[in-house]
């Protein structure tokens, strides 16, 4: 591995420090997103909570860089880069493929001996080893047309060509990554799962998400929301406030 992949600073944005934190949440963006999709979050839940926000190359402060085209490769740098937060205990939530790329992190953090207290996987069905993750044409008008449907990239950088080509190039690495990912068969965490989706969401319907709970040996819940695949948007303040109460839970125990 190298050096660049094992440089913290890279793939973890610490938005609000919290010196106090008892926990620490670490979150990772859905394809074509950022770590400042998580902003908000970090502020709602500063103090007793340290957030940080994965930032994927090709986008943003790394956009220079190539976007990742392997979810294994990007989740063994990530995974590494954490081995510098380990002092607090770790809860991941990720979001669609940032819930691919938490689950990997989780795996491999837990076959180091760490643990992970939680893992949250929301707009993603259970990662399978039999079929891609993504199938749909790699085209760039396919993916463009694809992004703009699911809602999570502002339509104003799609729709302006000058600020098309700044994040096309990221959107098409994370897809690329999605079609060629399979799970492992027996590929599974420890750690308790809770998967989250939404109610109308075309891309992952409830019954795909509940089968999450064939990759955890721990405790499952499955929890859906009124809207679509980016319901995180319209129901922020009820996902955060699951969130703080999770994890105001887990202190308490």
């Known amino acids: 591995m190298t050096s660049l992949s094992l440089d913290s600073d890279l793939w973890c944005r610490r938005f609000h420090p919290s010196p106090m934190a008892t926990r620490r949440l670490v979150c990772f963006p859905h394809a074509g997103g950022s770590a400042s999709f998580y902003l908000p979050v970090s502020a709602a839940l500063c103090g007793p909570v340290d957030l940080l926000a994965v930032q994927y190359p090709g986008r943003q402060d790394r956009r220079k860089e190539a976007g990742g085209q392997d979810l294994h490769r990007m989740a063994d740098e990530v995974s590494e880069a954490l081995r510098r ?23 491999r953090i ?14 993603r069905k259970g990662p399978s080893a039999d079929r ?21 990239t502002d339509a104003r950088l799609l729709e302006d060509e ?6 096309l190039p990221a959107l098409r690495g994370d897809y690329q ?25 075309p891309w992952t ?19 859906v929301f009124p809207g679509g695949h ?24």
């Open 85 to 107: 937060w380990d002092d607090l205990p770790l809860t991941l939530f990720g979001h669609s493929m940032g819930a691919l790329v938490a689950f990997e992190v989780a795996r």
């Open 230 to 253: 980016f319901y995180l948007s319209s129901r922020a303040n009820e996902v955060t406030g699951m969130l703080r109460d999770h994890l105001a839970g887990t202190l308490r125990t």
């Open 162 to 167: 000058e600020l098309l080509r700044m994040v």
């Open 110 to 123: 837990e076959r180091a001996g760490g643990r992970i207290d939680h893992l949250f996987v929301s707009g």
């Open 132 to 152: 891609p993750e993504h199938s749909h044409p790699l085209d760039d008008e396919g993916i463009v047309a694809e992004a703009k449907a699911m809602g999570g």
């Open 177 to 201: 990554a999605l079609g060629a990912y399979r799970a492992d068969r027996d590929a599974a965490v420890t750690c308790p799962v809770t998967a989250l989706v939404g109610d109308q969401d």
């Open 205 to 223: 319907p409830v019954p795909e998400a509940g089968h999450w709970r064939d990759r955890t040996m721990g405790a499952f819940d499955l929890k």
